[in-house]
């Protein structure tokens, strides 16, 4: 499936930091789906996040596939640990987008635990030891 999305003027650009753990786990998921593109539904708010390699781009549901924000331009390599922030810019397209980022982190951040816990295995996984020929 192929969405199309349209990306209007710019109207500001801004560096940021994200925190470490919405990071890490946006990349972690965006690596297990099959898809060029993570769509995380952040249904608090009525926005959907599109995470993909280059940035993560926010659309509202009634913005009819206008993009309002992207974070982009991530650096992780400048990070001393996994623990740290990483730097971003926020790319804004809309004039609400400032009322927005007050919410939108920890939202987004909520959405990707959701959508972590519902891709766990059901059951626990265990290890079972080979047995060697001798073994019988």
């Not at 769509?39 to 993009?67: C, K, N, W």
């Not at 982190?105 to 080979?130: F, G, H, I, N, Y």
């Amino acid at each position: 499936m192929q969405e199309s999305f349209y990306r209007p003027p710019e109207v500001g650009r801004e560096p940021r930091r994200l925190p470490a753990e919405t990071y890490n786990l946006a990349l972690l998921l965006w690596r297990r789906c099959q898809a060029d593109g993570l769509f995380v539904p952040i249904r608090s708010m009525q926005y959907l996040a599109i995470i993909d390699r280059q940035e993560t781009i926010f659309v509202h549901r009634e913005g009819r596939r206008m993009i309002e924000l992207a974070w982009q331009s991530f650096h992780p390599e400048v990070r001393q640990s996994l623990a740290d922030p990483v730097p971003y810019e926020l790319v804004t397209y809309a004039g609400a987008a400032p009322d927005v980022m007050q919410r939108l982190p920890m939202e987004l951040l909520r959405a990707l635990r959701s959508l972590a816990q519902k891709s766990r295995p059901a059951a626990p996984t265990q290890v079972v030891p080979l047995r060697r020929p001798s073994d019988h």
